[in-house]
């Protein structure tokens, strides 16, 4: 498999902390990627460098082979690589469908469709780029692959805490990302229906073509998902391996699952 | 699909005033213009407040497109209405376009007081000027249309059909614009500024765009007020005018570009009735009609339409 991401030789500061230590790892295409490591071992550092949030103090990332590190945000989720949230970040006055047709519109626009001037019925008629079809029905499709269908009226603001997050990963999927990062979609999930959801979301993210990184505590959901673990500790990754073997590592062992070796 | 009203109600205001208007009684007939050239400000500040923004100096752009209006008369001696509306306009929209990329950088109150201040640099230039009549301010050309000077009786009615017609096209452009991305975007910049730049598209620009067609929408109506009061002052850039506008558009509510010319229409009517019945607390009666909007309509006059009209 070909390389998608590639980060090299990152490294991140605040003030005396390091978040980032000569951080390396080279996404394959269509892999799925657990991140794993206590609270501030840099995993979340790692994901904010990529989309652009942070930049770091040295390194390069490069998407395809092309250096992304000083775009921002905004147009390093136009090159494809888009992000869901810890905490989820939804427009909380608008209801669960205006919330993907408002991304949908951004998605159009960026596109160069839908413009002030443009003829037609953009909602109902312009095919949304990666999808065929128009926007309307996209958010259709998209709200019923996550499990959202029957939450389409109701306003984000009063959304159960799981179907929160899944309208979170949901909004990142209106760009047809090729690169998705996942920071814990299953936080402030049950334990019962952890797994449950993390099927739900991986089958509806991988129909649709993603490469997907995930940050994650629950061993189990890792080791039941991942194909590959970074293991991160102190600023560093400390295991690169698939999740039988990195899982097992005595040092991951010691500072991120939380039993000796 | 419930069917877009909007433009109908527009067309069909338009066509009204355009019929009835000459049988208006003068003093109507300015109250009315006045109701437009304010409703202009207030669609832009409706624009701005949408996207969770206040602009406590929107006069600046009034301002600016009343003396841009004038002067086009005291240097250039042109007082066609549709000149003078295009040179506010452009002078406001110019002027937005190149302080947009302070102010699109700023939220909440850094937002309002930058435009404040702003505004009252304008005044301060203004009131130091002597050319442009300081404190005095100087008196506007007498209106005419497309080079005809109309009879001292159909001079008011003119200028009100002008006024109707800029002003209801620009109100049908706003709705438009409402509908596509760019004017959709305005809740959710309110709303979750992360969400909108991790979904592709840049907060600060969106902002910048409302900024400048806010602004060329105050330079139309200051140009339209220099017009029709005949007279211009540096009080039209001042705090309280600013206040007036936002006064005006809190009492119309954001959900329909007719709102705001309701909002402004009804604001004159107070203002005026106050003013005849007690001249000297009138603004007591203002204090009490927007504690009133507040406490009841809290989404403005226009919430009283809500389900008969449909907005975007």
């Known amino acids: ?261 | 699909m419930i069917r877009d009203r909007t433009p109908l109600l527009i067309g069909a205001i338009l066509l009204a005033l355009l019929i009835g208007g000459p049988w208006l009684p003068q003093w109507a007939m300015f109250i009315v213009t006045i109701a437009f050239a304010k409703g202009l400000v207030a669609l832009g500040l409706m624009l701005l407040l949408r996207a969770g923004l206040v602009s406590f100096g929107q006069a600046l752009y009034y301002c600016l497109g009343a003396y841009a209006a004038g002067a086009l008369g005291r240097f250039l001696g042109i007082g066609d209405v549709f000149v003078q509306m295009l040179a506010g306009a452009a002078a406001a929209g110019l002027s937005a376009f190149v302080l947009g990329f302070l102010l699109a950088k700023y939220r909440g109150i850094f937002f309002g007081l930058l435009s404040l201040a702003l505004s009252m640099i304008l005044y301060g230039l203004l009131v130091k000027n002597e050319a442009l009549g300081s404190t005095d301010g100087f008196n506007i050309l007498p209106s005419t249309l497309f080079g005809i000077r109309p009879g001292p009786a159909w001079v008011r009615y003119a200028v009100l059909a002008s006024a109707a017609v800029v002003a209801f096209g620009l109100a049908l452009a706003v709705h438009r614009y409402l509908q596509t991305p760019l004017g959709r975007l305005a809740p959710a910049i309110k709303d979750n500024e992360i969400r909108v730049e991790y979904m592709g598209a840049s907060a600060r620009r969106a902002v910048h765009v409302k900024y400048v067609i806010a602004a060329l929408l105050a330079g139309v109506g200051g140009a339209l007020a220099a017009t029709t009061v005949g007279h211009i002052d540096p009080e039209m850039s001042f705090w309280t005018t600013s206040g007036e506008f936002i006064f005006i558009t809190i009492l119309a509510g954001t959900r329909s570009v007719l709102a705001p010319f309701a909002g402004a229409l009804l604001y004159g009517a107070i203002h005026t009735t106050a003013y005849d019945l007690s001249p000297n607390t009138w603004q007591m009666s203002l204090g009490i009609s927007l504690l009133l909007i507040i406490v009841f309509l809290p989404e403005g006059l226009w919430s009283l339409f809500k389900s008969r009209v449909r907005h975007p």
């Open chain 1, 1 to 261: 498999m070909s390389v998608i991401l590639n980060a090299r030789g990152l490294n991140k500061a605040f003030g005396a902390v390091t978040a980032a230590k000569d951080v390396n790892a080279a996404i394959e295409q269509d892999s799925v990627v657990g991140l794993i490591g206590t609270n501030g071992a840099g995993k979340t550092t790692f994901i904010n460098m990529i989309t652009g949030y942070l930049k770091p103090d040295a390194g390069t990332i490069e998407y395809e082979g092309r250096d992304i590190t000083p775009l921002p945000p905004r147009e390093i989720t136009r090159l494809g690589i888009c992000r869901s949230f810890q905490i989820p970040q939804l427009y909380s006055s608008l209801s669960v469908l205006e919330n993907m047709m408002i991304g949908l519109g951004i998605v159009l626009r960026n596109a160069g469709l839908g413009g002030y001037f443009s003829r037609r019925r953009i909602w109902q008629t312009q095919p949304v780029p990666g999808y065929g079809k128009p926007a309307e029905e996209v958010a259709e499709h998209l709200l019923a692959r996550f499990g959202l269908a029957d939450y389409r009226d109701r306003n984000a603001q009063v959304l159960p805490g799981g179907v929160r997050k899944l309208l979170d990963i949901a909004l990142t999927m209106v760009a047809k990302p090729r690169v998705l990062l996942l920071d814990e979609p299953t936080s402030g999930v049950s334990a019962q229906e952890k797994f449950g959801i993390m099927q739900m979301v991986l089958d509806a993210v991988r129909a649709e073509g993603a490469t997907v990184l995930f940050v994650e505590h629950d061993m189990e959901v890792v080791s039941r998902f991942a194909q590959r673990v970074l293991a991160f500790y102190d600023g560093r990754i400390i295991a690169d391996a698939p999740p039988a073997i990195a899982l097992n590592d005595p040092e991951v062992k010691r500072h991120v699952v939380g039993r000796s070796a």
